[in-house]
């Protein structure tokens, strides 16, 4: 079992920053891969940002060059820096665990998934 806490969420005005954490507890296979996705009401969950254990990354193209994914393993934290924030980035973000390196952010992928931490961007 794998336990995911997210943290830092909260409002921040349009071109503002804000950083996200994620702690991971429990039973993390030496191989992995680590996500961030978002979710608006009413909407499905979408993939934002994904990282392996080996430090491999992907982005979906809303937050290329605004959003960067790191992760400090001594700490077995998974970070989300969002900067130049639009209200579009507006929403729930979950962070996701799942077992082996494969690089993906397909929702169905993950297995393991924290309760959310909510951003608002207002204009």
């Known amino acids: 079992l794998v336990y995911l806490a997210e943290s830092g969420g909260g409002s921040a005005q349009a071109g503002g920053s804000l950083r996200l954490s994620c702690v991971a507890s429990g039973n993390r296979d030496a191989s992995y891969c680590m996500g961030w996705y978002r979710q608006v009401a009413g909407q499905e969950r979408k993939g934002v940002a994904a990282?392996?254990?080996?430090?491999?990354?992907t982005y979906t193209d809303s937050v290329k060059d605004r959003f960067s994914i790191s992760q400090d393993n001594a700490k077995n934290t998974l970070y989300l820096q969002m900067n130049s924030l639009k209200p579009e980035d507006t929403g729930m973000y979950y962070c996701?665990?799942?077992?082996?390196?494969?690089?993906?952010?397909?929702?169905?992928?993950?297995?393991?998934w924290g309760q959310g931490t909510q951003v608002t961007v207002s204009s």
């Open positions: 996701a665990y799942r077992a082996g390196r494969l690089l993906i952010l397909v929702e169905g992928a993950y297995n393991y």
């Open positions: 990282i392996t254990s080996n430090g491999v990354t």
